[in-house]
């Protein structure tokens, strides 16, 4: 259905693609994977019609269509998710999904008919009805992601583009979501699907093909494919294993919270970090997680409870208190809340340490600045020409990076990170993991955020699970996923009884 040949596509000194050529067929669901960089993203924009390629021909059925046009591509049927919802957030979510394809007859909108379309899409998506008369902008962003498919949809595609659909989602959303692609694929439309959740692809994907530098190293039947083979064809060498071990001396926590609770989103919480200590906050979407780590870094400030930062007692109003007391964050939503996409590496590197580079605290050394970034281009492998390149011109791990190197620029004493690999390559997780733990095994206490469990029970000297706004279940290094996600569902077994914010109580196996 589909053909890509030969497809080349340059920006300045990046060769984003290199000669690349796809099949797509009909009823098929394609995977595309490759570290961040490798040029999917940059290949399906072309596809889709945003970006136009320096050489190569794209076909659908025999024909070729014009490049770097989005009204040939939705002429042809070609419909595409992105990893970020592109919504109104000020439109409700049945205006969305019809805004420029309006039911209409005799030029007057026919809303009811459009409330019974997209009320059938909502359920498809397991979503309530009741959604659909709800804006946009009072969504999470998993519904709005849902939503965004389910717009998708409604176009009746003949080819389909989900770039990362799942990234943000539960697993319950992931299910609806693989049953949907499966009856639109049993109905003939062909699916290009991009992530780098690798175990999905045995349960979704018919084939796979790997990008590695902008060019096809691999294109294979899934069934040929284990997940340790195709992530080692996107990084070109063999990974390591094994989960890490460490240990953390017993010491006074650099952060302690106790009795915190904000009205309506989290009450009761007690935790506490020690130096060299990773610990871990898990919890399903809308736990009330992510708002204990904002309130913890005063961007949505507790209203009661207490925290202590190296057994003083702290007031933190505002992400200023949280640094001026030696806490530094990686936000979750790195395109709206961590990058100045407009601006260099470099520049968003220095931003929050401009006291540091500044000469007689009158200007800015550039030179300085410049060094400092080359640096940590090259210690967390960030994939750029160098420091100049603009961050928007990055892919979204390379964009993760640059966000977490500006927090290392001075070490941090405490670092709470929201979702630190989401949206990221097996190669980028691994280099983020191992500068976690470098962190730690340098003193830093560090607080994760994270809705991947793997990630958590590799990672974490201790997990806290959040239910509901509250710590329920607290688990050792080495506890089980079955466990520590029974806990986050709400499964209070007397087995796993266990001391909130605290060690746990119970021996738990091995994983």
């Given at each position: 259905?589909?053909?890509?040949?030969?497809?080349?596509k340059r920006y300045g000194g990046v060769h984003a693609l290199r000669g690349v050529d796809f099949e797509l067929a009909r009823g098929e669901v394609h995977a595309l994977v490759g570290e961040n960089g490798a040029g999917k993203s940059t290949l399906i924009k072309i596809v889709s019609g945003a970006e136009t390629p320096d050489a190569g021909r794209i076909e659908i059925n025999g024909e070729t269509i014009a490049t770097g046009s989005t009204?040939?591509?939705?002429?042809?049927?070609?419909?595409?998710v992105y990893q970020e919802p592109q919504l109104f957030g000020e439109l409700t979510v049945a205006e969305n999904v019809f805004i420029g394809r309006?039911?209409?007859?005799?030029?007057?909108?026919?809303?009811?008919?459009?409330?019974?379309e997209v009320v059938a899409l909502l359920e498809r998506m397991g979503l309530d009805a009741a959604v659909a008369d709800v804006r946009v902008a009072d969504l999470s962003v998993a519904e709005q992601q849902l939503v965004s498919i389910a717009k998708?949809?409604?176009?009746?595609?003949?080819?389909?583009?989900?770039?990362e659909p799942s990234a943000i989602?539960?697993?319950?959303?992931?299910?609806?979501?693989?049953?949907?692609?499966?009856?639109?694929?049993?109905?003939?439309?062909?699916?290009?699907?991009?992530?780098?959740?690798?175990?999905?692809?045995?349960?979704?994907?018919?084939?796979?093909?790997?990008?590695?530098?902008g060019q096809?190293?691999?294109?294979?039947?899934?069934?040929?494919?284990?997940?340790r083979a195709v992530a080692e064809l996107m990084v070109g060498h063999k990974l390591e294993t094994g989960q890490v071990t460490r240990t953390v001396a017993d010491a006074e926590p650099a952060?302690?919270?106790?009795?915190?609770?904000?009205?309506?989103?989290?009450a009761d919480v007690d935790l506490a970090v020690r130096p060299g200590e990773v610990v871990a906050l898990y919890g399903l979407v809308g736990s009330g997680a992510a708002s204990i780590a904002r309130a913890l870094y005063g961007i949505d400030p507790a209203d009661s409870g207490a925290v202590r930062i190296n057994g003083r007692g702290v007031a933190l109003k505002s992400p200023a208190d949280a640094v001026r007391h030696g806490i530094t964050m990686l936000p979750a939503n790195r395109k709206v809340q961590g990058v100045f996409s407009s601006k260099s590496i470099a520049f968003n590197i220095s931003s929050a340490h401009l006291r540091l580079l500044s000469r007689a605290r009158l200007w800015v050394d550039r030179g300085r600045e410049r060094s400092v970034a080359q640096d940590f281009i090259k210690r967390i492998a960030i994939k750029a020409p160098g420091p100049a390149t603009l961050v928007g011109n990055l892919s979204g791990g390379n964009q993760q990076k640059v966000v977490l190197a500006r927090q290392l620029v001075e070490r941090p004493r405490i670092l709470l990170l929201e979702e630190p690999t989401?949206?990221?390559d097996v190669g980028a997780k691994d280099e983020i993991h191992r500068i976690i733990v470098e962190l730690a095994d340098a003193g830093s206490a560090v607080l994760v955020v994270s809705s991947d469990l793997p990630e958590v029970l590799q990672l974490a000297d201790r997990v806290l699970v959040v239910r509901a706004g509250r710590i329920t279940a607290s688990f050792d290094r080495g506890a089980r996923q079955a466990d520590v996600l029974a806990a986050a569902a709400g499964d209070d077994g007397s087995d796993r009884a266990s001391t909130p914010g605290g060690d746990s109580t119970t021996e738990v196996g091995a994983a």
């Open positions: 259905m589909l053909r890509l040949t030969g497809i080349d009204t040939s591509a939705l002429g042809a049927g070609i419909a595409t309006e039911r209409r007859r005799a030029g007057i909108v026919q809303r009811g008919r459009q409330h019974e998708a949809f409604a176009s009746q595609p003949r080819i389909l583009i989900l770039d989602l539960t697993d319950r959303e992931i299910e609806t979501l693989f049953a949907a692609v499966r009856g639109m694929r049993d109905s003939g439309v062909a699916v290009i699907y991009i992530s780098h959740r690798l175990d999905e692809l045995a349960q979704i994907t018919d084939r796979v093909t790997v990008l590695r530098d096809v190293v691999a294109s294979r039947p899934t069934r040929e494919l284990t997940v952060l302690a919270a106790s009795g915190l609770g904000r009205q309506d989103v989290f989401q949206g990221v």
